[in-house]
């Protein structure tokens, strides 16, 4: 059994590299949407009643596609991430709660599972097949005075 344990454990580095991506590549589509379509998104914004929605809807979808391809690239996904949840929370806070009725039916919005596993890349980072990690590893170790 420990075997098999140990077996699974050289996998896990698949998990966040599969959620980057698949997160990366809804991201930096809807982000690619929203800067192509500003004046829509602006509209959109200012009937939820998003304060400055000219500059919001320039803000998120800068953020959606910017962090999307960060997500893809494993490069500064914390901090990518962690814009995301915000996002996602703004979202969740001006366009899904005033439709949504129960903690159930919350639970079943794209937006939440989307600012869950955000908030999990922002705490775990972007893994083992990660430009992160790939930049951790390889830093050159200082050098102390003697």
């Known amino acids: 059994m420990r075997e098999l344990y140990a077996r699974i454990a ?3 580095w698949i998990g966040p590299l599969l959620v980057r991506v698949t997160l ?4 930096v589509s809807t982000g690619w949407g929203k800067l192509h379509d500003l004046g829509g998104v602006a509209d959109y914004f200012a009937s939820l ?9 320039l803000v998120v979808a800068t953020i959606e596609f910017v962090g999307g391809m960060c997500l893809l690239a494993g490069l500064g996904t914390r901090v990518a991430a962690a814009l995301l949840v915000g996002v996602m929370a703004v ?5 899904k709660l ?10 079943g919005t794209i937006e939440l599972a989307y600012l869950v596993m955000f908030a999990w890349l922002a705490v775990a980072g972007g893994g ?5 990690n790939l ?10 005075k003697p």
Not at 24 to 27: A, C, E, H, Y
Not at 49 to 57: E, K, T
Not at 135 to 144: M, S
Request: aromatic content about 4%.
């Open 135 to 144: 930049i951790v590893r390889y830093q050159p170790l200082e050098r102390t």
């Open 98 to 107: 005033p439709e949504v009725h129960s903690l159930v039916e919350l639970a």
């Open 49 to 57: 009643g998003i304060p400055a929605p000219g500059a919001q809807a």
């Open 10 to 12: 050289k996998l896990a």
């Open 128 to 132: 083992a097949a990660s430009l992160d």
């Open 91 to 95: 979202a969740i806070v001006t366009a």
């Open 24 to 27: 990366g590549i809804v991201f």
